[in-house]
């Protein structure tokens, strides 16, 4: 009888430790939906906002490409690697208790937001960080709990991942062309007005050179030369965006008037032109002045926006007439 008893007293002892094991963890058990901020099939995802700032950038998927606010070609690896990020996005812990209000309140008022559209739904993100190396919260939306979450493979700040600064997600090409496809290109340098010219390609590949702006006939034209020379738009870079206090110059650079333009048509009827400015590096002494001799500026897109240019990417293409004759 003693037996039975202790055998009583032990089955109730165990069993109100496994119910409060049980309610221990399903107090602070992970919510799945929570923390399910993964998407590796980024085959589905048709459309991904960022806003953040004060700034906001939309990156659809147009026929195998990534189009920028339904504009501009987005960079090919720039949209990889937020692909990338979405697909390995894991969560390391929960928040704090301790700090989750605080966590909560940046969410609200500073956090990133991130809409993913894949079609049939659409999954709304919170991302904050106070940067550096201070851990990336996330919230899923309708959620109550924010999470740290990791990239696998990545050390750094999983929240400077999201840029909602659309200069980051512009393809940097400057001219992108084939051959055959150009009708003429006019190249007009203010001081070698001798050397400027247009060159003219039909659609049954007859070449003519001409003074620009003149249009006069310059005769001797070498074929071989001019296609040779066409064949240098394709695939032209540019370094970078020009940073904010680099756009400041615009203004006094469309004053000044620029010192060589490239203007290439077509000929399906299309213009691109861009306009290129020495960069300034300081004064060599009395009424002289120094030059970059590495970079230049150019104002593309109808003069709206100012990159940094190579020269080594535009070196052949600023050619003077002289080149097209042996």
Known sequence: MKSYRFHIAGLLLLAIVVVLIYQNRKGT?????????????????????IRGGGEEVVLTRDNGLWILNSQFEARDKAVDMLLQTLARLRVSSPAPLAETDAIMKNLSNDALQIDIDMGRRTRRYFVFSEGGESPTYMLRDGSSRPYRVEVLGYDGNV?????????????NILFNVRLIDIAEVSVDHREDQEGSFTLKQSPQNEYTLYSYP??????????????????????????????????TVADSLLRSGYDHMIKVTLHEGSVTKAYFHRIVTGGGGEDEVNYD?????????????????????VDL??????????
């Open 29 to 49: 058990s992970l919510n799945m939906r929570d923390i399910d901020f993964a998407l590796e099939d980024r085959d589905r995802i048709a459309e991904v906002t």
């Open 159 to 171: 929240a400077s991942l999201f840029v909602p600064d659309g200069a980051f997600w512009r393809s």
């Open 214 to 247: 003149e249009g006069e006939l310059m005769e001797g034209l070498s074929d071989s030369l001019a296609i040779r020379y066409l064949a240098n738009f394709f695939y032209v870079p540019y370094e970078r965006m020009a940073g904010r206090d680099e756009r």
């Open 293 to 313: 001799l590495f970079r230049l500026y150019a104002l593309i897109n109808d003069k709206s926006d100012l990159v940094i240019v190579p020269y080594h990417s």
């Open 317 to 326: 293409l600023l050619r003077n007439s002289s080149y097209f004759f042996r």
